[in-house]
């Protein structure tokens, strides 16, 4: 079946023929997830025999929209949001044709979970400073190293994974990419509990952990191609998530506006009115950045998008405290806990204000990104590097 031979009514009928086969109501949960990837019905816009039909990626709301009113159980997409948005079109570009058949099922049924080796504590903001070393001993890599930030690492079966192969040369050259067993042996997940209290996020200690040939992703060296691609489908997945109208956290503040007329001043109207707009903006915004994405590869405009996401979820959370006055600085519970997804939606105000400034590093902190967009969106001339041209092993640290 080929990209041009598949329309509406062409998914329509596959939607109708798993629905036949596999009735949600009498199918096994998991039984249906694998049914619904063999039948090309998972991102359609992926390959024959991986999980999609070589169909325009428009279609895919089709396929949803259909499932979903047939009461089809779905992959629960936030809790396997890393690889579904980061480690899945990074293996379609990059890994083999085996790797591709022996990660990507798993992958987006959710009986693998992944997750993304990346920060690191000296690395800061600056990816390509990374330290992580990998050695090659035979068939193998030896990497050993410190990472930091890895949300959902205690979760994970996988990891997409940056590490410096080539200490002699430039930064951005000498690294390489893999895919990591983060039940090898060497690997050590240690929580790292955050301001709400609560633990999502983890330091990742890797000693001496093997990781064979086989599971590199790109050439020896060009790990920050590969990274680039994680990295922009990475901003879109956070700026471009799909959200009905007033969704997100203007939801909640907008809901107590209505219902609690005696919290109410001018000064919060204007500027909740304000963030409403901002709010509406940002939806239209990500639809556009999902239908650019629907025609090719996400380009730097998603940076755009996640720049604005994190600002706009800090102005929210922040009025939503000075609504909601003292009642809004009580915090529901600050029992250590180990989420496998972050819960705007199903938490206070004290929670939603604390998470939130998280947004603002996670993904790319907001500063990186307005170097992106200063030099790739708007073209604007580049800071001095001094360390362009400098063998990493040189660099001062």
Known sequence: MTATAVDAETVRGLVRDLLAAHDPKTTERSAFLHARFDAGLSWVHFPVGLGGLDAPRALQSIVDAELKAAGAPDNNPRRI???????????????????????????????????????????????????????RDGDDWVVTGQKVWTS?????????????????????????YFICDMHAPGVEVRPLRQITGEAEFNE??????????????????????????TLMNERVAIGGMEIPREGGLIAPVAQTWRDRPELRTPELHDRLLKLWVEGETLRLV????????????????????????SELNQAVSGL????????????????????????????????????????????GTSEVLRNIIAERV??????PR???????KDLPR
């Open 81 to 135: 949001g890393i690889g579904l948005g980061m480690a899945a079109p990074t293996v379609l570009r990059f890994g083999t044709q085996e790797q591709r058949e022996r990660f990507l099922r798993p992958l987006w049924t959710g009986e693998e979970v992944w997750c993304q080796l990346f920060s690191e504590p000296g690395a800061g903001s600056d990816l390509a400073a990374l330290g992580t070393r990998a050695v």
């Open 152 to 176: 959902g690492a205690h979760a994970a079966r996988f990891a997409i994974l940056v590490t410096r192969t080539d200490p002699d040369v430039p930064k951005h050259q000498g690294m390489t």
């Open 204 to 229: 990742v200690f890797l000693t001496g952990v093997r990781i064979p040939d086989a599971h590199r992703l790109g050439e020896v060296g060009e790990g920050w191609k590969v990274a680039q691609t």
């Open 286 to 309: 990500g639809t556009r950045l999902r239908q650019q994405l629907a025609a090719g590869a996400p380009g730097p405009e998603g940076s755009v998008a996640k720049l604005a996401f």
């Open 320 to 363: 939503e405290i000075e609504l909601m006055g003292e009642e809004g600085l009580t915090y529901d519970d600050w029992t250590m806990r180990r989420p496998e997804k972050v819960d705007f939606a199903g938490r206070g105000p004290g929670y939603r204000y604390l998470r939130a400034k998280g947004n603002s590093i996670e993904g």
């Open 378 to 383: 708007l073209g604007l001339p580049s800071e």
């Open 386 to 392: 001094v360390d362009k041209d400098v063998a990493w």
